[in-house]
């Protein structure tokens, strides 16, 4: 079945290998599946934590690795930190420090998350929201980079693509476009930019990343 990667909208992500099932940041989810075997949060910002739509994926043996402000709020899961590794399930989860250096949207001292989720033979890198940082410039090995590209509150197109000579990955998507800031316009100038292959997808999109 190989590994699959699906965007749900926004920040959302939804990653696919064998019976594990991976959702990042969901938010405004139309149906139910309860099939979640772990759920990734990167901070407590409405559209990424979203309570009611953690609940309509998760099921009795779901679990949720987030940051601390998250796992205080959901009174459940295992909180991450930047450079702290959880395993789970056959999952490994890296935390990555994400933040602005120069904008109040996201302080450093929020101790908010990025995540390096390897599963299968992939190494895939969720950014958060953040700015290019000294953390992901050091980023190694990163099989597909998922990278915000909508501005304001995180990198903006040309910031990501920046990113990517860094980072290096094999390929990247990008999100945080289409809903509050950010049109498929800055989605297809990060994929003109960027020094690596990009797929620029729709909500609901999904792909093989093998």
Not at 2 to 19: E, N, R, S, V, Y
Not at 69 to 83: A, F, Q, S, W, Y
Request: glycine share 8%; net charge negative; charged share 25%.
């Amino acid at each position: 079945m190989g590994t699959t990667l699906q965007w749900l909208g926004h920040a959302g992500f939804k990653i696919c290998h064998d019976d594990t099932v991976i959702y990042i940041d969901p938010w405004k989810l139309e149906d139910s599946p309860h099939d979640a075997t772990l759920v990734l949060v990167s901070h407590s910002h409405y559209d990424h934590y979203s309570p009611e739509d953690i609940a309509r994926i998760s099921g009795a043996e779901t679990k949720l690795i987030a940051s601390a402000d998250v796992v205080t709020k959901e009174k459940t899961g295992e909180m991450i930190l930047n450079g702290l590794t959880v395993d789970f399930s056959g999952v490994r989860v890296s935390g990555v420090a994400a933040y602005n250096p120069s904008k109040q949207y996201h302080p450093k001292a929020n101790n908010w998350v990025g995540f390096v989720i390897e599963v299968g033979s992939k190494r895939i890198y969720y950014a958060g929201d953040t700015d290019l940082t000294d953390e992901m410039k050091s980023l190694k090995e990163i099989d597909v980079a998922l990278l915000p590209v909508g501005g304001t509150f995180t990198m903006d197109a040309t910031e990501a693509a920046e990113a990517t000579k860094y980072i290096k990955p094999k390929r990247a998507i990008p999100y945080h476009w289409g809903e509050i800031v950010g049109s498929r316009a800055d989605a297809e100038a990060f994929a003109e930019a960027a020094e690596c292959k990009v797929q620029v997808l729709s909500a609901g999109e999904t792909i093989s990343l093998d």
